[in-house]
């Protein structure tokens, strides 16, 4: 759901024809692009370089940081970056727009209207600085991905409500949500129609 927030937030072409296509896994999708090779070729490790890259950049972590997260050198973690953001460009543009935004108005704020105060995106200190920055870029990405959990939890709810459940006595409930997976327990008979 990060994935997805991002991908509104920046309106990069490239990540929302990916996710408007339904289909695939987006770190091996990536790591196809980077490593310029068909998805099915692609190695365990590279998909997990993918994968520490992307949520890498989402949390605002250096190169030093990705690499180390990675298991691969600092001059691939550069690379990778490089390469990165040249397949998600406007996620580059998201990213240094929140930063100025930021350190013009001091706070960010989500699409659902969270908003988060960042005294310290004009600090002098530099690691001040550089901390209200990230959160600069990933506050608005971690709020929205949480709300629309939320949103989705009670929506579901409402549809399951008025679910016609084949076994009255055993129907659908919510049972959990982690992080963005939100768990059913469903009767067999209701399996179908609760998927779509």
């Given at each position: 759901?990060?994935?997805?927030?991002?991908a509104?937030y920046s309106?990069?072409p490239e990540?929302?024809?990916?996710?408007?296509?339904?289909?695939?896994?987006f770190?091996?999708y990536?790591?196809?692009?980077?490593?310029k090779?068909?998805?099915?070729d692609?190695?365990k490790?590279?998909r997990?370089k993918?994968?520490s890259t992307?949520f890498?950049?989402l949390y605002?972590?250096g190169?030093n940081?990705?690499?180390?997260?990675?298991?691969?050198s600092?001059e691939?973690?550069q690379?990778?970056?490089?390469?990165?953001f040249k397949l998600?460009?406007?996620?580059?543009?998201?990213?240094a727009?929140?930063?100025?935004?930021?350190q013009?108005?001091?706070?960010v704020k989500s699409?659902?209207?969270?908003?988060?105060?960042?005294p310290?995106a004009n600090?002098?200190?530099?690691?001040?600085?550089e901390?209200?920055?990230?959160?600069?870029?990933?506050a608005?990405i971690?709020a929205?991905?949480?709300d629309?959990?939320?949103?989705?939890?009670?929506?579901?709810?409402?549809?399951l409500?008025k679910?016609?459940?084949?076994?009255?006595?055993e129907?659908?409930q919510?049972k959990?949500a982690?992080?963005?997976?939100?768990?059913?327990?469903?009767?067999?008979?209701?399996?179908?129609e609760?998927?779509?």
């Amino acid at each position: 759901i990060e994935l997805r927030m991002a991908a509104i937030y920046s309106k990069d072409p490239e990540m929302i024809k990916f996710f408007n296509s339904g289909k695939g896994d987006f770190h091996r999708y990536v790591a196809s692009k980077i490593y310029k090779k068909p998805e099915a070729d692609v190695t365990k490790l590279e998909r997990s370089k993918a994968k520490s890259t992307t949520f890498g950049i989402l949390y605002q972590a250096g190169p030093n940081k990705i690499a180390e997260q990675a298991g691969c050198s600092l001059e691939e973690a550069q690379e990778f970056i490089v390469d990165y953001f040249k397949l998600f460009p406007y996620l580059k543009k998201w990213i240094a727009k929140q930063k100025a935004d930021a350190q013009r108005n001091l706070y960010v704020k989500s699409f659902f209207g969270r908003i988060r105060q960042l005294p310290n995106a004009n600090a002098s200190n530099g690691v001040l600085r550089e901390t209200a920055l990230r959160i600069a870029v990933n506050a608005p990405i971690q709020a929205d991905a949480s709300d629309l959990t939320l949103y989705s939890l009670a929506r579901i709810s409402d549809y399951l409500a008025k679910f016609p459940h084949a076994n009255p006595s055993e129907p659908t409930q919510l049972k959990a949500a982690v992080h963005d997976s939100i768990l059913l327990s469903v009767h067999i008979d209701d399996m179908e129609e609760i998927i779509k």
